[in-house]
Structures are given as C-alpha cells and as structure tokens.
C-alpha cells in the first residue's frame, strides 16, 4: 500500500487516467501488450507506474518481482518524472530511481525505474531477456524516435522468448509485459503491424479534458524567430490578463538568450531598478538587446540530444518563406489586430507608440522567467512545477520538452516558434546533421494544447497560416525513415541488432535498401567482412559481409554524421572535413562575387572589380595548392585551417571570399564534434584545437584514400575511359564539356565551374560530394583519387 501526501491525493482525482485504473489493469494482466493513448497532462507518466506497484509489480515476493522499466526520449523528463513519483508515492529515490547515461539514483531496492530509451537499448545489449524486469512501458511512443521504434521491434521478440521460456517451466522466468504510451491516437504502426505483435494488442483511450484553445497566426513569417518570440511575450505580458506563458525555442542558447532579454525588461529586480532610475535602467536593457546566437559550445556530456546541439543561425534563414505577404489575419479579435499599423508607423507615431510601451512596461508585473531545457541541472528543472512567486506571471520558455513530456501547470498561453531541431540528412551532401526544422501540424496542436491545461487559453504561433498549411507536414515522419538508411543499420548493428534486414520495424523501411546499406558499409570498413570459404563467399565470389560491427563502425555510429576513422592523426582534418562538408562550400565562387559583396565596392567600380577578381583567383590558388590542385575538398579544408590561424572574423572572409557565416558554423560544428568524439573515445585525443597545422603529404593521402571510400558510391569516372567513343585518345585541356560517368546517373555528369578541376587538365577518377542538375548534372567538391 502507498501512502499519498494530502495534496498529491487531490490533485491525482482530477486526473482522467485515474478513473481507467480498473480497465488498464485488467488489460495488463491479460495481454502481453497494451498500448494507451491520452492526452498529454492526462496522467499517463506519473499513474501508470503507480497502478502498476499497487498491482504488485516490482515488489519482490509478489507475481511480478521485476523492477517496472519506463523510457522517455530525454533525460529531463526521465529525472523530473521519477522525482515526482517518488514524491507522490513518498518513497524513496533509491525505490523509484532514475538512470540516464552518466547518472542513476538506482539501488538494489528499486521498484520503479524510469531511464533514456538509449539506457534500456544498452542494457538489451548485455541482458537481451532483461531478467531484472517485469513491464517495460515505452513512454512518448507517438514521437517516433529511432531510439523508441528500435526498442518496440526488439521488445516484441523478448517478449516472445519470456513467454517461451517460462511455458518451458525454466526456472525463475517470469513473462515481460509492454505497455507502449502515447499523446496520440495514431498508434496503429503498432497496433496494427501484424509482423511486429501477431496479435494485435488492445488500445485504450483515456479520456481528453481540454479546454479552447484560440489560436493566432502570425500575419508574415519571420526568420528571426527569437526576437519574434520576445516580442510576443512582451505584448501578452503587458496587455493580457494573469495566466503563464510558456514559449517553445529550439535549444538552449536560444533559450537562455531569450529568459535573459525577458529578466532585463521585466525580471523583479529589472523592474525594481527601473522604477528607481529609470533612465539609466532603459539604457542597461538596450545593452542587453543582442539576442545571444552562437555562443559557446557545450561538450556532449552524455547521450546527445539534439536539442542540446547549438547551431547557428543559418539553417534559420532558409527556412523564411515569402510566401504570404498577402494573408489575412486569422484573427482580427486578438493581439495581433495592431501588428499591421505597427509595420506602417510614421516616425512620430513611432515615437508615441514607444512612450506608451515604455510607460505599460512600467506599470506591468514582473516575470518569473524559467528556463527548461535537457542539460539544465535537475533542480532547475523542477522549478517550473511551483507556483510563481506572488503577483509575478509565470514565463516558461522550454524547447519541446514541453510538448508532451512534461505538463507545466497554469499555462494559459504559448508562444510558438513552429520550429524543433531534428536529426536531418541531407541528399545532396550525403551527410546527417542536426537542423532546425518545421515542426509538423500535429506537433504544433500538441503545443497550442498546453495552454488549455486549466482553462481556455490562446496559442499564439510565430508564422503565417499559409506556410502552415502549405509548408507543415501533417505528422513528424518516424524518425527512421528520415534518417540515412546507413546510419539506421550501422546503429543497430553497434546495439548487436544483426539481422537488420528481418527486424520487425514499427514502420519498415524498405528492404533492397537495407541491404544495400550493409553493402556500403561492409566496403567502408564498418562491418565485418569474411573471406573465408567457410564462411561462404556469394554468389558472384564477393566476400561476403559477417554483418558484426567492427572498432571503425562502432566510431563511426557516434558521430552525427557520417565520417571514416582516425588514421594517422587524421581524425582533426576529417572532421573539419565533414563540418565543412556539412556546412556547404564556403567559397563565394566567381558568379556571385560582385554581387555579395556589393557594399564594399569603391569608386571606379570596373577597375576595384578587376582588383577584387585577381585577388579572388589568387586566394583560390593559394587554398587548391593544398593536395596540389587535385581536391576541392582540401581547398575548404585549407581556408578552413587559415581562417582559425588569423583567429577568424570577417577582414579575413572578405580577403578569402568565403562566407562568414558558413566559416563560424564550420568552426563550431568541428567544436561539438571534437567533443563528441573526446567524450566517447578519450584515448582518441580529438579535444578540440582550433588551429591545425596543414596535413603533411602522408595524411592528405590518407585523407584521399578516405574520401574515396566514404564517398564509395559517389564516383565518377571520365567517359572515354569506360566508352570507347569518337572522344577517345582526344588530348583535353581543361574538363570543361568533359563527360564523366557517375555511378547511378543515366546522363552523362559535369564538373561544376566551381571547382578547381574545372580548369585542370580533366582527370580519370573522381570521387564527389555533391550532385545537382541545372541544364545539365553538375558534381560538385570533386577530388581526384589517383592524382599522377
Ligand atoms: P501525461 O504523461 O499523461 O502527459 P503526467 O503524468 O506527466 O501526464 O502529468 C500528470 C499531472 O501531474 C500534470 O497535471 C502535471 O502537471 C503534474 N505533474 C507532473 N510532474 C509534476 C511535478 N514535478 N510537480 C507538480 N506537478 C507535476
Ligand atoms: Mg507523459
């Protein structure tokens, strides 16, 4: 029996999934799998564990000895959410205990155990029964992480061999039960996906209690979210009646740059120093009014997430749409029915208008402003659960952590940016990065639906209806299937999940391409390859591929991306290497140079034109001479290695004619995954230096013979040499019109006039890291793999 605190007791009444303690049981008991849908905030996190102790499970001595296992996708939650258990059973945090990667509260008398899904994945892989067990509830299953997806397929053959076993009479084996959870009632990839569960399990609603929520577009989208997002607030703080605000951001620096702008203007003690001095108070908030992008870089401490990765502010701009100046308002009722006046201000006006703001932001109450994001230590989490001090409005300012994993009492309205940061990969590069994205519309009423926890709320969202109704998916893609199938291989392979092509996926991806994936990174070195007879060779006497990850492959799963291993000191060029590549080309090549850089041209324009022309080619010499002309790719990775010698900025970029913004995201992508690295692989020695010394001729060839096998697939080899053609024997100058072959393209493919060996005499073989068609198929950052 579990004895409750008195306010704990009358909170829990009012909770929906209280009154389906009777029917969650009893489909437990009788089904191996049950999956339960409800609203967030309904109860699911905090009562399920607990209906299932009072049941017996995870007391030893009972049916059901085994600890109760539940995932979350993020640490914060796995800490909060064990926290609040613990508090409302009022038990102990060794009897209900957390573990995430580099911490646990876990004892031998644990009951409830609530974990990363990355910790339960690395335990499957030393205990694939998980003895220690009796449920396993997979929370936030509507949120299709690769983490989530991967465990139900794994869990639905445990199971399976639990029941086996203990129908066996082996001893002491008991069976697993699951119980998957989720915000939504879209679950039928699971209920419904015979493979993965051949009966298919029961689903039970709990019933939703939400009140309205109105919701307000933004008339035009802006691509700077964050300054939007204060604004906002601002305008909700000083109009609109007392009610919490919780604002969705994408990360941390975001985040923390945002709670600060908001605790200048209106922090307690901001507002007291105004009211005293006013004057000089205003001139210390205008100080503080550059948002903090950028900023410094954490190291990973522990299973990244990708909310923890700061990026820069590049990927935000492409994702402005124009597409709406001409929309309506929405909403003519709400705050936004002024925007349009406001865009249109006379100056004098302006200057009214600003008085008037100056003297609401006098009389306004102060913010309790709250940051809430995965590596904010634990007791800063717990701060948005109590009650803001009184007379202040509550300011929760969260990435979507808040979106349902943690349920933020007293919100009345959102502010939301529409934007989250994904795991993406991007088909032209090859390469997996974390990018800000578009959140889908599913995610957006998730998030409008916080502010209707306590009553009717408002949602106002930071960009037009008709980007969201053009521009959003309707559901977040499983992330599986958004990720490089190598990735999704290469991962599972290093959590000994070997018969990748069989495995039962929630939503399979297809199957050709699984092996085909296998294929590339048996050639990579990633996967074990036998030659032995024994082992069997295929059918054309390739040898063929043990399918076993090997040292190389499990290095390589920890990146974010996807880069070969660290050979002879290589590791720091190759990740610059795949930052830069990550990034994109940073040279402002030929076609945009007058262009770009327009507001430096000086009187006599044609001549500083010449001048500016000879001093771009000049520079591009100076970076193609590394590797000798032979590699667009060590071009980058020569300017990249200048610009950190002269210690960045943008005299340097304007005299190398590379894009400041793309050289600052080179250099802190290079940073968090050095760190990455330096966590996971200490004997590596990838601590992040800055400054490197330029490859010696040993280590560019290493580098080259790399490139040519991450970009295995990606070659192209000069047309005479594999048609015999009226060309061949045709003595060529430079690879202009020069027809390449490229593995997988009909057409014949071009180097692109951006690449140095465009203008080189055209060589045999290259290897490229990018493709696109314009008149023609371009191959762009081309290096050559057998340089004379
Ligand atoms: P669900 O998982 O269905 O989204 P939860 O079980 O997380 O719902 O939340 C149930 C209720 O418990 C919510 O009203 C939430 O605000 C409250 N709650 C959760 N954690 C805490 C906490 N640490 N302090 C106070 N209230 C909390
Ligand atoms: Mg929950």
New binding site residues.
């Given amino acids: 029996h579990v004895s409750r605190p008195a306010d704990v007791v009358e909170a829990r009444i009012l ?1 929906p ?1 209280v009154t389906e303690e009777q029917p969650i049981m009893e489909a437990v008991l009788l089904n191996p799998v049950v999956i339960i849908c ?1 609203e ?8 399920v564990p607990q209906f299932l102790f009072e049941a017996g499970f995870g007391s030893p001595g009972s049916d059901n000895p085994g600890i109760i296992g539940i995932t979350q996708p993020r640490r914060v939650a796995a800490m ?2 064990a ?2 258990v613990a508090h409302e059973m009022s038990l102990s945090s060794s009897r209900v205990s957390y573990q995430i990667r580099y911490d646990a509260t876990v004892s031998p008398s644990t009951s409830i155990k609530f974990m990363t899904d990355g910790v339960l994945l690395r335990e499957l892989a030393t205990d694939f029964l998980l003895t220690k067990y009796s449920v396993i509830i997979i929370d936030e299953a509507h949120e299709r992480s690769m983490n989530t997806d991967i465990l139900i397929g794994v869990l639905s053959r445990v199971l399976k061999l639990r029941e086996d076993m203990w129908k066996a009479g082996t001893a002491d084996v008991k069976p697993l039960r699951l119980i998957i959870m989720s ?1 939504t009632l879209r679950v039928s990839d699971f209920a419904e996906n015979r493979t993965l569960f051949p009966t298919p399990p029961p689903v039970i609603n709990v019933a939703a209690r939400q009140h309205p929520v109105t919701i307000h577009f933004n008339r035009r989208t802006f691509s700077d979210y964050v300054t939007e997002a204060v604004k906002k607030t601002i305008k909700i703080h000083t109009r609109l009646p007392p009610g919490g605000i919780l604002i969705f951001l994408t990360g941390q620096n975001e985040i923390t740059g945002v709670c600060r702008k908001l605790e200048a203007k209106f922090g307690v003690k901001a507002l007291e120093r105004k009211r005293q001095q006013r004057q000089l108070a205003e001139d210390a908030a205008d100080e503080h009014e550059n948002t903090a992008l950028g900023g410094d870089i954490r190291p990973a401490q522990a299973d990244v997430e990708a909310e923890d990765l700061e990026l820069g502010n590049q990927q935000v701009d492409d994702l402005a749409f124009d597409v709406d100046v001409d929309m309506v308002d929405e909403d003519p009722e709400a705050l936004d029915s002024d925007e349009d006046t406001e865009e249109h201000q006379l100056d004098k006006e302006l200057v009214f208008l600003e008085l008037a703001n100056i003297l609401t932001e006098l009389c306004a109450a102060p913010m309790h402003i709250v940051p809430l994001y995965s590596l904010l230590p634990s007791e800063k989490q ?1 701060l948005v ?1 109590k009650p803001p001090p009184p007379g202040c409005r509550l300011v929760v300012v969260s990435t979507n952590v808040a979106e ?1 994993s ?4 007293g919100i009345r309205y959102v502010v939301d940016c529409g934007r989250a940061k994904e795991r993406r990969y991007d088909i032209a590069n090859g390469v997996q990065a974390f990018q800000v994205s578009w959140t889908s519309k599913a995610s957006a009423a998730q998030r409008a639906g916080r502010a209707g926890r306590t009553g009717p709320g408002h949602c106002y969202r930071l960009y037009s209806s008709a980007l969201f109704e053009h521009h959003f998916d309707e559901f977040s893609k499983p992330e599986i299937l958004r990720m490089p199938i190598e990735g999704v291989v290469l991962q599972m392979k290093s959590m000994h999940i070997d018969a990748v092509v069989n495995f039962p996926f929630p939503t399979p991806p297809d199957r050709a391409t699984l092996h085909k994936a296998e294929k590339v990174l048996g050639h990579l070195g990633a996967l074990g390859v036998t030659t032995s007879v024994a082992k069997g060779l295929t059918a054309e006497g390739v040898p063929s591929i043990d399918g076993q990850i090997t040292e190389l492959g499990r290095l390589m799963s920890l990146f974010p991306l996807s880069p070969p291993g660290q050979q002879q000191g290589c590791l720091p060029y190759i990740i610059s290497i795949v930052s830069a590549l990550s990034v994109g080309d940073p040279f402002l090549h030929d076609e945009g140079l007058v262009a770009e850089h327009e507001e430096e041209a000086v009187d006599g324009l044609e001549d500083a034109d010449r001048t500016r022309r000879k001093a771009f080619f000049t520079t591009q010499h100076t970076h193609s001479a590394l590797g000798n002309f032979t590699s667009d790719v060590f071009r980058i990775l020569s300017v990249v290695g200048a610009y950190e010698f002269a210690g960045g900025g943008h005299k340097f970029c304007a005299q190398h004619f590379v894009r400041p913004k793309a050289m600052e995201e080179i250099h802190k992508l290079r940073a968090q995954i050095s760190n990455i690295v330096q966590t996971n692989f200490p004997s590596a020695d990838a601590g992040f230096v800055p400054r490197i010394l330029p490859p010696t001729d040993m280590q560019l060839k290493v580098l080259r013979q790399l490139l040519a096998a991450g970009f295995i697939d990606q070659v192209a080899v000069r047309k005479d040499r594999v048609e015999q053609t009226s060309s061949a024997g045709v003595k060529y100058t430079t690879s202009k019109g020069v027809p390449y072959k490229a593995l997988g393209v009909s057409e014949d493919v071009f180097i692109h006039p951006s690449s140095l060996l465009a203008n080189t005499a055209p060589p045999e073989y290259v290897v490229f890291s990018e493709l696109i068609r314009t008149t023609r198929v371009w191959i762009k950052g081309v290096t050559v793999i057998n340089p004379a």
């Fill in positions: 909770l999934i409800g967030t905030g309904s109860g699911k996190t905090t009562q909060s959410m926290a609040r915000a717990m659960f349902t943690l349920t933020i009492p």
